[in-house]
C-alpha cells in the first residue's frame, strides 16, 4: 500500500538509466525535475527519461503485469508506472486518471494531485499539448487547497518543474523561466538543494532560449561552487551548461572546451548516456564555431582542422561511446546525424547521411518544440546545398519534394504551439525554397506572412532575414527599386540588433560574414549604380560605415560608442576645413569610391572597373614588394616591380578624383578601407612620379568615422609614458635601438621611461593611473591578428592581451586631467599571410581608448625607426596635426639617401583621430 510518510527526490539508477529507484524501500517517489534537456532526446529514449521529470514510482511491483480493473488506487498507480515504461501511454494515462478520480473520492489531496501530474506528463509524451495542460493545472490547483507542509511545497515543486518544461516544449522560454524560478524558490524552503540546483539550471537554459547569454552566465558561475559538491550526473550537467554558454560570451573558446571535457569526464562517471551525449554535441557545435570563424577570417588551414574536428565529435554519437573501461548507447543520433547534414551542407561537402533517413520518423512524430526545431533544421541544411532560380517561373513548386514536406509539417505543428518563431521560421525557409524552384508568387507570399509574423512577436533577428531574403527576390523579378526598399529595411532592423549581435545569437556571431555583412553589400550595390542620387550615396556611405563599425564590433566582441556621420562632419568642417574623407568599397565585380569634401553636402562617387580579385591579388604583390629591401617582388614569372604596383593602385584608389582635391584645398586624406585594404599603407602609393605622401597629402586611415572618438587633442605641454624593451626575451629578437628611440622621445617631451625589466604589466598599469601623460608610447613587440586571442604586446614579464590592454589604459585616475591622445606601437606587425588581420590593429586602435594609434603594419629595422620616431616627436610640437607630423617624420626619412626604400617607412599608419 503507498504511504507517504516520508517523500524523497527520485534518482536515476547509474545501471539501468530506464529505472528510476528511491533511496529507500519505505519512502516513495514523486515528480522528478531532472530532464530540462528532454526535448534533445529522440523519442526511442524520451519515454524512459521523461520519468525524470515526472512520475509516481514505487520499488515494490514495478514490473508486475498489468491487472484489469485491480481494486484500489495504488494498484492502479503501479499498473500506470508499468505502462509509461513499456511507452503505453494511452493505458497510463487512463490508469492516473482513474486513480485521481479515486483519491478526490477519498479526498486524499496530495495523491490526487500527484497522479494528475503524472497524467500530464504521459499527454506531453503523446503531443496533447491542451489535455497536458489543463491535467498539471488541476494538480497545482488541487495542491493549493492543502495546507503548507514540507510535503505538499515539494509536490508542487515538482508540478511547477513539469509545468515549466511544458512551457519550454511549446517554444515559450520565458513562462518556462517564471515557472522554474518559483520551483526552484520551493524547492529551496524544504532544503532539498539537488532539486533546486536542477531547477536553476532549468532556468539557465530559458535564459539561453531567450537570448540572455550573459545573465545565463552569470547565474551559472555562480551555481559552481555549489554543483562541486554535489554528484556526478549533476555536475556533468552544470559543466556542459557553462561550457555552450561560454562559446557564446566568452572571448576566449578554451574555458568553453574546458567546461564541456570536464561535463563529458563527470557524465562518463555517471554513466549517463545523455549527458555524455550532450558534451559531444556541445563540443562539436563549439569546433563548429570556431571553423566558420576561421573561414570567414580566411585561415583554409585551420578551418579545415576545426571542420574535422567538429564532424569527429558528431559521428561519436552514431556508435557505442567508450568512457574508457565500459561502453554506453548514446541517445541522441537524430541530433548528430542532422548537425552532420548541415555543417557538411554549409562546408560543400557530399553528405555521409540520408536525409531522407532523418526525415522519415520526424514527419510521423507529434508536435513538440524539440520536433519542429530539428525539421526546421533538416530543411535548412537541405536548402543551403541549392541556389535560387535565375528568374521566375508560373509553374507550381514541388511540394513533395523533402525540404517543403519537413517546413509545412514544422509550419503546421507551430500553429498547433501557438510558437509564433517557428511559424516564422518554416515560412521564411519555404520562401526560400519556393525561390530555388523560380515559384516568385509563392516565395513572396511565405516570406511576407514570415515576416508579419516576426514582427508581431518582435523577433528581430529573423524579421532582418526576410527582409533581406525579400530583396534577393525583388532582384530576381527584375525590382531594383523594389530590393533597395527591401535590403534597406533589413540593414534598420540589423541596426536596431547592433548591440545584440554580438551576444543574442551564437550563429550570428559566427557566421557574420555569410549572414550578416551580406546584407549591407547588398544595398551598396544596388545604390552605386552609375546614376545614382545623392540620397543614394548619402544612404550607401552610412551603410558601408555602419558595416566597418559591425566589423570592429564582431572581432571585439563587445558593441562600441558610435557618433552619427552628420554630426561627425560638422565637427570636421569646423575644426579642420582641409580633410577629406574616402571610402572604398570592394564588390565583387567593382570598385567604389565615395569622397566627401569639406562643407559640402555632395558626395561625389566614382566606379572603377576592377574587380575585387584583381584588387587583392594586386595589393598582396604591393605588400610583398614593400617588405622587400629592394622594393621588389620575386615570383616564380619574374619580378614585379614595386613602384608599378604602387601606381597601378595609385591609379585605382586616388586618381579617379584627384582632380577634386586642389579646389578643395585638401591637404589631408583620411581613408576608410574596406577588407583586404586594410593592409594597404596608403602612403605609400605612387603616381609615377611621387609617393602621395611627397605631394603633400598626410594621409590617416579611420576603421569607420562613427568610431571616431569626438573632441580636440591636447597636446601642450607633451607629457610621455614610454614603455620599451631593448633585449631579447624568449621567442622574441632584441631591439637594441629602441634604448636610442626612448631617449630621443625624451629630448622632445616630458618621458617618464619604463625599460626592460622595469616594464612590467603591472609597472604600465600603474603608470598609467599615475602619470598625466598625453601619449602612451611602447616600443616592444607585438602582434595584431584576425583573432582578438592572438593580438597582443609584449612586456617584460607577459604578453598583454588587447581586452587586457584595453582595460590598462581606461584605468587612468579620474582626478588626472590628461586624457590619453595618443597611443604609438613602434614595433608592431599584422599576422602574416592573412588580410583580415589588420582587423587586429583597427580592433587595438578602437578599444585602447586613445584618441588616435600610431602603429606599424610590419617590424622595420629598428633603427630607422628610432629615427622616425624621434622626428615624428620633433615635428609633433610644431604641426598642424598628427598625421602631418607623420608624413612630415616619414618624408625626412625617405630623403635620407637611396638605402631608405618604402619598407622602412611606409608601414607606419595613423588610425582614428589625425588632428
Known sequence: ????????????????????????????????????????????????????????????????????????????????????????????????????????????????????????????????????????????????????????????????????????????????????????????????????????????????????????????????????????????????????????????????????????????????????????????????????????????????????????????????????????????????????????????????????????????????????????????????????AEGCTSGDPDRQALPAQLL????????????????????????????????????ERSLTQALQIAQDQNVTDLSYQWQAQMGHLRLQQGNREGAIAAYGTAVNTLQTLRRDLVWANADLQFSFQRQVEPVYRALVAQLLQPDASNPDLRQARETIDALQTLQIENYLRQSCNTTDLATIDRLVDQTAPHTAFVYTILLSDRLELILKLPNSDTLQHYAVDVDRQTVTTTLNHFRGALESDFFELITNTGSLSGYDLAEQLYTWLVAPYEAALKPADISTLVFVL???????????????????????????????????????????????????????????????????????????????????????????????ESVPAAIVHLATHGEFSDDLNDTFILAWDARISLPALSQILTSRDQSLPQAIELLVLSACKTADGNPQAALGLAGMAVQSGARSTLATLWVVNDATTARLMARFYQELAQSPSKAEALRRAQVALMQEGNQIKPYHWAPFVLVGNWL
Open 1 to 388: 500500500m503507498l504511504g507517504i510518510p516520508e517523500l524523497t527526490l527520485c534518482q536515476v539508477s547509474p545501471h539501468h538509466p530506464s529505472i528510476i529507484r528511491s533511496h529507500g524501500s519505505s519512502h516513495h517517489c514523486i515528480y522528478s525535475n531532472s530532464m530540462v534537456y528532454r526535448a534533445f532526446f529522440p523519442r526511442r529514449w524520451r519515454s524512459a527519461l521523461a520519468l525524470l521529470l515526472a512520475s509516481l514510482v514505487l520499488t515494490l511491483g514495478l514490473h508486475r503485469p498489468l491487472q484489469a480493473q485491480p481494486p484500489d488506487p495504488d494498484q492502479w498507480l503501479r499498473q500506470a508506472d508499468q505502462a509509461y515504461y513499456d511507452q503505453q501511454y494511452e493505458t497510463a494515462i487512463a490508469l492516473w486518471e482513474q486513480a485521481a478520480e479515486a483519491f478526490q473520492r477519498q479526498d486524499d489531496g496530495l495523491r490526487e494531485a500527484i497522479a494528475l501530474g503524472n497524467q500530464a506528463r504521459a499527454l506531453q509524451a503523446l503531443g496533447q499539448w491542451s489535455a497536458a495542460d489543463a491535467a498539471i493545472q488541476a494538480s497545482l490547483r488541487r495542491l493549493e487547497d492543502l495546507p503548507p507542509t514540507p510535503v505538499q511545497t515539494q509536490v508542487r515543486a515538482q508540478g511547477l518543474d513539469i509545468l515549466g518544461q511544458q512551457y519550454f516544449e511549446t517554444g515559450q522560454p520565458r513562462a518556462a523561466l517564471d515557472t522554474w524560478t518559483e520551483s526552484a524558490d520551493l524547492y529551496q524552503a524544504v532544503a532539498q538543494i539537488p532539486a533546486a540546483l536542477r531547477s536553476q539550471l532549468n532556468q539557465a537554459q530559458a535564459l539561453q532560449a531567450l537570448g540572455f547569454y550573459r545573465q545565463a552566465r552569470e547565474q551559472l558561475t555562480a551555481l559552481v561552487p555549489i554543483l562541486e559538491e554535489q554528484d556526478a550526473t549533476l555536475q556533468a550537467r552544470g559543466w556542459i551548461s557553462l561550457g555552450r554558454v561560454e562559446q557564446v560570451v566568452a572571448p576566449q573558446v578554451d574555458a568553453a572546451e574546458e567546461w564541456l571535457l570536464q561535463g563529458r569526464e563527470a557524465a562518463c562517471e555517471a554513466r549517463s548516456p545523455e549527458w555524455v551525449g550532450q558534451a559531444l554535441l556541445g563540443l562539436g557545435d563549439l569546433y563548429r564555431g570556431q571553423y566558420i570563424r576561421a573561414q570567414n577570417l580566411r585561415r583554409s588551414r585551420d578551418a579545415q582542422q576545426l571542420l574535422q574536428q567538429s564532424l569527429d565529435q558528431y559521428r561519436q554519437l552514431l556508435s557505442p561511446y567508450d568512457c574508457g573501461g565500459f561502453t554506453l548507447d548514446l541517445p541522441q543520433p537524430r541530433q548528430a546525424q542532422i548537425r552532420l547534414v548541415t555543417l557538411q551542407a554549409y562546408a560543400g561537402q557530399p553528405l555521409e547521411v540520408d536525409p531522407e533517413a532523418i526525415a522519415r520518423p520526424l514527419l510521423t512524430e507529434p508536435p513538440r518544440w524539440a520536433t519542429i526545431d530539428q525539421q526546421l533544421s533538416l530543411a535548412h541544411g537541405l536548402l543551403m546545398q541549392l541556389d535560387p
Open 674 to 768: 574596406d577588407e583586404e585594404l586594410r593592409q594597404l599603407p596608403v602612403a605609400a602609393l605612387y603616381d609615377g612620379q611621387q609617393f602621395l605622401i611627397e605631394k603633400g597629402y598626410a594621409v590617416a586611415i579611420n576603421p569607420g568615422l562613427a568610431l571616431l572618438p569626438p573632441g580636440q587633442p591636447d597636446l601642450n605641454p607633451v607629457t610621455t609614458l614610454t614603455a620599451g624593451i631593448t633585449e631579447a626575451r624568449p621567442n622574441f629578437s632584441a631591439l637594441p635601438a629602441v634604448h636610442e628611440e626612448l631617449e630621443a622621445i625624451a629630448t622632445y617631451t616630458q618621458a617618464n621611461i619604463l625599460r626592460n625589466e622595469d616594464f612590467t604589466k603591472a609597472a604600465l598599469t600603474h603608470g598609467v
Open 408 to 443: 509545412t509539417q514544422a509550419y503546421q505543428g507551430a500553429q498547433m504551439l501557438e510558437d509564433g518563431r517557428s511559424q516564422s521560421r518554416a515560412l521564411g525557409y519555404l520562401g526560400r525554397w519556393y525561390q530555388t524552384q523560380g515559384s516568385c508568387t509563392a516565395a
